[in-house]
């Protein structure tokens, strides 16, 4: 397992930080982005420290799959029956800045193509 750094998502899930956490269970926490990009910006990530999508390890497959599932439900919460963006930024050129793997769920307006 690759070793994560301590995040700033590290210290939302050990509540050491605030956040407008929208849903938690056993392996995943999904919050309010602090910098929004459309009307609703969630993101969902593991309690288990992953760096990103490029280095999560076969072990990892029901987390991830649980996360996607994850956000389906955050999405109901969040009413967003017209549809949504889910993005997951892997790596610098990929434009991550945090680095312990999370999901964005935009939504809230219509959402053009391409992203940029």
């Known amino acids: ?3 994560t750094p301590d995040t700033i998502f590290g210290k ?4 050491e930080i605030p956040a407008n956490i929208v849903y938690e269970d056993e392996l995943a926490l999904a919050f ?3 910098n929004p990009q459309a009307p609703t ?4 990530i593991p309690k288990k420290p992953i760096v990103n999508l490029a280095t999560a390890q076969a072990e990892d497959q029901l987390l991830l799959g649980h996360l996607l599932l994850t956000v389906q439900k955050v999405a109901q919460i969040a009413g967003l029956e017209q549809g949504y963006r889910v ?3 892997t790596g610098q050129d990929g434009g991550q800045t945090v ?5 964005h769920i935009l939504g809230g307006r219509s959402l053009s ?3 940029g």
Not at 12 to 15: D, K, L, P, Q
Not at 99 to 103: A, F, R, T
């Open 41 to 44: 910006h969630i993101l969902v």
């Open 99 to 103: 680095y312990h793997l999370h999901i």
């Open 1 to 3: 397992m690759t070793l």
């Open 32 to 34: 309010t982005d602090v």
């Open 113 to 115: 193509w391409p992203p």
């Open 12 to 15: 939302i899930i050990r509540r």
């Open 87 to 89: 993005v997951m930024n």
